[in-house]
């Protein structure tokens, strides 16, 4: 059972761990996280059952598992709940529906206790909550198509069978039908513990839910890569988890049978010295009463001897009862009558001889050995009685000797381990456990109750088992699973019980289960931590495309898609801010504009093909002779301009002078040789974007009209100058 509630528990910490990483997608205020709620809560209950197989239960520890079971069912129903709400109904709310269920549960507790607590919690929340968690994955099922649908319909199925397990096979309560249909009715019924059906049904929740996580991480992320990586993940995360856990219980039952088979020898020694110790008393007075009744001094004793054979009798029975530790000693006829006695008797005891068990086996012949106890004095006695025989074989008398066992009592009281000696209907007469004294181990027979009760006196006949114990069995005794020996003490029917814990067998299976929660954590992290790293560098190489798609449009609206070099909406966005900045710190700035002489002609003769293959080689050998800091772009056409940050005028006239120039000597394939003219002004006080574009095209008109293949220079005041002079 230890091992089913491990995997119960785990299964629906699994379940919360995966609602919450469901939530992280659907958002803070998700219905999602109540349901984690749950799974955490009622694996975390679960769990605490599995504590109390190993640590010794208590009302308040009961009390607490009742408590978290309940807070689970709760946060159950409100995430059922909440899913109505956003369906559109108007369900309770939940404050008021909470308050009155928990008074509820309550009330089963002052009633019934704690178990009537947890049935009610059962009946009242458990079923009806886990019933609206199966309508609501049904009622989403119904908008999904696919594997969505199959799986929400798996999780609905999932939670319906739970609601049946959970509330309605609950365990044995005081009222009906808790006390009909319970733990141990379907237990008996299928041979299967309800715990593992609970534990099968939890993991098949936490995989459906698990693959619905990986159905919207899917959509998510919209990878095909990682499409294939979560189904890998979801098959290799399953085969390794139940590899481990096939593992683990395999070892856990190893460990546990090391530790029983422990257990088990360590009982066998202690059951072996408590018989020997109780055959070491009676034995004694065994054998001396049996020498007692074949002494040749006793016989004349019942046969009318001499005054001499008297004491001679007396002094036998005298050495018996010392020799044999006995308390008193006694020579009967066959009629009961007392003979002679080693102490002074009662005659009202020595009447009720006659009518003993011992009494009358020895007339039949028989050594007679009898355990009783005496409600007058409380005190526990052994009776031995042996037949006094004529030479004929007749009997003549019985001897007998009677041994308190208060001293044995004494000896044991330091034994360890719970003992306990038990008259045949199970009533305890010794023990180290002085509670447990005149209490009926088990159910004492109704026909049999009257006579024990006139036997013993005052017993507490609450039965500490279910039924009567057998050597070498396991049973909850006291609350605590325990090996119980029983050793018969020899020519009784007398026993002696010896109650070992299994607290070292669950420890030992509980280094088997801690072993595998270890090893399915690791599984868990590496699994998921990969999947985690994979998905960042799934999300990392889209950010990465969006950047570089980015980048390209961004580079596309600011870039010619002939030549390669600016346009003219970056050349407007250029000059404004180099115009705003020399207007700032009085830094220099000139702008060159130049095109293509006779370029229409180029078109006409050769085609637009070879036009463009003349404005791409142009490009080309103007940026090569530019600046890094200067600005090129095409302006439209055949058209283009430089940008210069830094040049005054005269400067950047010399170095239009050696761009035109550059171009006049190169060759242009299929066109041969072409020239350029040239228009360059220089920023001046007071200028604008707009009247530094005018005055550079007007310079270039002017080269234009006086031949062109020439670079003028306009300045400020309107003075055009060309050539060398213009600078001179």
Sequence with gaps: MDFIFFLYGLAFIFLGAVCFAVARIRGPKSSWIPLGLFGFAHGAGEWLDLSALVVPDTAVFALVRTAVMTASFLFLLEFARQKAIRFGLKPLEGAPLYTALILLVMLGGIVGGVPMAGAF???????????????????HARGLSGTAKGLALVAA?????????????VPAAPFWPANVFNHSWFFQ??????????GLLACVLALSVWAIWGQLQTEEISSERYAAYLR????????????????????????????????????????????????????????????????????????????????????????????????????????????AASDQIDDADASKWSAAPWFQKALAGQAGYHFAFDPADRGRYYYASY???????????????????????????????????VNPDGIVVLTNRPDMMLRALWPLPAEARSTLIRQFGTLDDRAVVEREVKDASWVLFNGEHDLVRRSSIEHSQWSVILAMPSAKIHAGRMLGIVATLLMTMMVLIYFFGREYGIRDRIQMN??????????????????????????????????????ARSQRYKTPLALIMYDVDHFKQVNDVHGHQTGDDVLVRLSEIVFECIRTTDLLARWGGEEFVILAPGLD????????????????????????????????????????????????????YRAKLRGRNRTELVSRSDSIRGGLASVA
């Design 121 to 139: 919690a059962r009946y009242g929340i458990g079923f009806f909550a886990a019933m609206a968690a199966a309508s609501v994955f049904a009622a």
């Design 232 to 339: 890998r993940q979801f098959i290799g995360t399953l085969a390794a988890v139940v590899t481990i856990l096939a593992c683990g219980w395999v070892l856990t039952d190893f460990l546990g049978a090391a530790y029983r088979r422990d257990i088990q020898e360590h009982a066998q020694g202690d059951i072996n010295l408590i018989a020997s110790r109780f055959a070491g008393e009676t034995n004694t007075v065994n054998g001396m009463v049996k020498a007692l009744a074949e002494s040749p001094s006793v016989l004349p004793l019942l046969t009318g001897g001499s005054g001499q054979d008297e004491r001679r009798a007396r002094t036998a029975l005298d050495l018996g009862v010392e020799a044999s530790g006995a308390r008193l000693g006694a020579i009967l006829d066959i009629s009961g009558a007392l003979v």
């Design 542 to 579: 889209k950010r990465i495309e969006l950047q570089e798609l980015a980048q390209n449009l961004r580079l596309r609206a600011t870039t010619d898609p002939l030549t390669g070099l600016y346009n003219r909406a970056k050349f407007d966005e250029s000059l404004a801010s180099e115009v």
């Design 387 to 421: 037949p006094v025989r004529r030479d004929d074989g007749s009997i003549a008398g019985v001897a007998f000797l009677q041994k308190s066992l208060d001293r044995l009592d004494a000896d044991l009281r330091l034994f360890v381990r719970p003992y306990y000696f």
């Design 157 to 169: 199925g999932g939670f319906a069978l739970y609601a049946a397990a959970a509330g309605v096979i």
């Design 189 to 198: 019924v299928t041979g299967i513990p309800i715990q593992l059906v609970r």
């Design 649 to 700: 005028g005269p400067t950047a006239y010399q170095a239009a002078e050696k761009l035109r120039a550059a171009i006049e000597q190169a060759t242009f394939s299929v066109v041969g040789k072409i020239t350029c003219s040239f228009g360059v002004t220089e920023f001046s006080e007071g200028d604008s974007a707009a009247t530094l574009v005018a005055r550079a095209d007007g310079a270039l």
